[in-house]
């Protein structure tokens, strides 16, 4: 793996917690929970902007706390596959390992859809947390949406979806970072209407460094999104992998369903043949090699078109995706395109501006809070009215996340029709203005 900077900075942030002291919950890692939290907002090169901040001023963002056991449960098998005694107290779980190291060497937030490790934290309780900026919508999000409103995908939207994607796994794969769980979920929209790849979990090192001999997969992807090398044992599928996901991807964006969803591996692997032809000598004559091939007997099935499956496919419009999600989804790994190749296939789509008006409701774009450094001062004698404006508004993001969840709630802007009563920018200031006076 490229070296990546080796100041990684620990930056402390205050989780969110409702009644009873329990963290606000927004989502799941692979190997954690995601917490809400705020802390100060950063700029475009990764700095707390409060360090840089104009004098008078400090500027506040949510935050996406992801909690990491940093060691193995004693008595149980550890990450990577190996016993706690093999690996020992001092190490830190690999999965925290890698994923620093992956974002790190990726540039910590220099390509636009890859997420930005902001920095790391230590819990009293000992866990290790990782610290990214807050998203409000995932793609599974605005698929459930769509597709409980009847309401399909632009060709443009999509087109515009799937240029993010590729460009994040192609900037990956570049740096030698097979991501291992491409997803809707970990497809993260933000309020600019980049699509942001996130959850770097099961993270793969290809070509670069030493692959671990003692590698075991620790987790696998989700099964809807799973490659057939991976569904036949093949424990370091690399990005042909993630490219067979991001097609998958693609054709669910058009469908606003899972294109192949099976029961279990099994019935997901013959799923996939049943489209996609079974392997032979012709189609993947490197299939007999899988560790699993000669376990499993699938009847011999031809391929159909991939048109038949998704029939946006086919003519002008979505018909443009056609030749990517074909290259895309080739039974052989070694035949499917590469990140870069599936970006020259691909259409340009629509500009972030569009996908953010059309796909990010105005009760999620609440990008800031800022509150004047008088107010600080005004704080020590009222005791904690500035805390409690931004307990308010931390409450108002929870109101967010659960309107978001609710079916049809990405499809308005919310009761208010503006941002949830959430308080402005500019309505706390002339509160603290007010009180002052």
Same mark, same amino acid.
Request: proline share 7%; charged share 25%.
């Given at each position: 793996?490229?070296?990546?900077?080796?100041?990684?900075?620990?930056?402390?942030?205050?989780?969110?917690?409702?009644?009873?002291?329990?963290?606000?919950?927004?989502g799941?890692?692979?190997?954690?929970?995601?917490?809400?939290g705020?802390?100060?907002?950063?700029?475009?090169?990764?700095?707390?902007?409060h360090v840089?901040?104009?004098?008078g001023e400090?500027?506040?963002?949510?935050?996406?706390?992801?909690?990491?056991?940093?060691?193995?449960?004693?008595?149980?098998?550890?990450?990577?596959?190996?016993r706690?005694?093999?690996?020992?107290?001092?190490?830190?779980?690999?999965?925290?390992?890698?994923?620093?190291?992956?974002?790190?060497?990726?540039?910590?937030?220099?390509?636009?859809?890859?997420?930005?490790?902001?920095?790391?934290?230590?819990?009293?309780?000992?866990?290790?947390?990782?610290?990214?900026? /807050?998203?409000?919508?995932?793609?599974?999000?605005?698929?459930?949406?769509?597709?409980?409103?009847?309401?399909?995908?632009?060709?443009?939207?999509?087109?515009?979806?799937?240029r993010?994607?590729?460009?994040?796994?192609?900037?990956?794969?570049?740096?030698?970072?097979?991501?291992?769980?491409?997803?809707?979920g970990?497809?993260?929209?933000?309020?600019?209407?980049?699509?942001?790849?996130?959850?770097?979990?099961?993270?793969?090192?290809?070509?670069?460094?030493?692959?671990?001999?003692?590698?075991?997969?620790?987790?696998l992807?989700?099964?809807?999104?799973?490659?057939?090398?991976?569904?036949?044992?093949?424990?370091?599928?690399?990005p042909?992998?993630?490219?067979?996901?991001?097609?998958?991807?693609?054709?669910?964006?058009?469908?606003?369903a899972?294109?192949?969803?099976?029961?279990?591996?099994?019935?997901?692997?013959?799923?996939?043949?049943?489209?996609?032809?079974?392997?032979?000598?012709g189609?993947w004559?490197?299939?007999?090699?899988?560790?699993?091939?000669?376990?499993?007997?699938?009847?011999?099935?031809?391929?159909?078109?991939?048109?038949?499956?998704?029939?946006?496919?086919?003519?002008?419009?979505?018909?443009?995706?056609?030749?990517?999600?074909?290259g895309?989804?080739?039974?052989?790994?070694?035949?499917?395109?590469?990140?870069?190749?599936?970006?020259?296939?691909?259409r340009?789509?629509?500009?972030?501006?569009?996908?953010?008006?059309?796909?990010?409701?105005? /009760?999620?774009?609440?990008?800031?809070?800022?509150?004047?450094?008088?107010?600080?001062? /005004?704080?020590?004698?009222?005791?904690?009215?500035?805390?409690?404006?931004?307990?308010?508004?931390?409450?108002?993001?929870?109101?967010?996340?659960?309107?978001?969840?609710?079916?049809?709630?990405?499809?308005?802007?919310?009761?208010?029709?503006?941002?949830?009563?959430?308080?402005?920018?500019?309505?706390?200031?002339?509160?603290i203005?007010?009180?002052?006076?």
């Amino acid at each position: 793996m490229p070296s990546g900077k080796s100041d990684l900075q620990i930056r402390h942030v205050q989780p969110v917690t409702l009644s009873g002291g329990r963290g606000c919950a927004v989502g799941h890692g692979t190997f954690g929970e995601i917490k809400l939290g705020i802390g100060p907002a950063w700029d475009d090169d990764g700095d707390w902007r409060h360090v840089t901040a104009p004098e008078g001023e400090l500027r506040f963002r949510h935050v996406a706390i992801k909690s990491i056991r940093p060691f193995a449960t004693a008595g149980r098998f550890s990450s990577r596959g190996r016993r706690p005694e093999e690996t020992g107290p001092e190490r830190i779980a690999a999965e925290a390992a890698d994923e620093i190291r992956a974002l790190r060497a990726l540039g910590d937030g220099s390509h636009p859809n890859v997420v930005r490790l902001l920095g790391v934290d230590v819990a009293d309780d000992g866990n290790i947390l990782l610290l990214f900026p /807050y998203f409000p919508l995932d793609l599974s999000h605005v698929i459930t949406d769509r597709s409980v409103r009847n309401a399909p995908l632009s060709d443009a939207m999509a087109g515009a979806l799937v240029r993010d994607l590729l460009s994040a796994l192609d900037h990956c794969h570049s740096n030698g970072i097979a991501h291992g769980d491409v997803k809707p979920g970990n497809l993260l929209l933000g309020q600019d209407g980049l699509l942001v790849l996130a959850d770097f979990g099961l993270v793969q090192t290809v070509g670069h460094g030493r692959p671990d001999p003692d590698f075991e997969p620790h987790a696998l992807c989700t099964l809807y999104y799973r490659s057939p090398e991976s569904l036949l044992g093949v424990t370091r599928p690399g990005p042909p992998a993630d490219i067979f996901a991001a097609g998958l991807v693609a054709a669910e964006l058009l469908l606003l369903a899972p294109l192949f969803r099976g029961s279990n591996s099994i019935d997901q692997l013959q799923r996939i043949y049943r489209l996609l032809g079974s392997p032979d000598d012709g189609r993947w004559p490197g299939a007999a090699e899988t560790p699993d091939h000669g376990k499993l007997t699938f009847r011999s099935c031809a391929p159909l078109d991939l048109e038949l499956a998704v029939p946006r496919l086919v003519g002008g419009g979505a018909g443009s995706l056609a030749p990517l999600v074909t290259g895309c989804l080739r039974l052989n790994p070694a035949q499917r395109e590469d990140a870069k190749g599936c970006l020259r296939l691909g259409r340009e789509g629509a500009c972030p501006e569009d996908v953010a008006a059309e796909l990010v409701p105005a /009760y999620l774009r609440e990008p800031e809070m800022v509150m004047s450094r008088a107010s600080l001062k /005004y704080e020590r004698t009222t005791g904690g009215w500035v805390e409690g404006r931004m307990r308010e508004w931390m409450d108002r993001a929870v109101e967010m996340i659960q309107l978001r969840d609710t079916k049809g709630g990405l499809g308005d802007a919310g009761p208010t029709g503006t941002s949830l009563g959430v308080p402005s920018v500019v309505g706390i200031l002339r509160a603290i203005r007010v009180s002052n006076s």
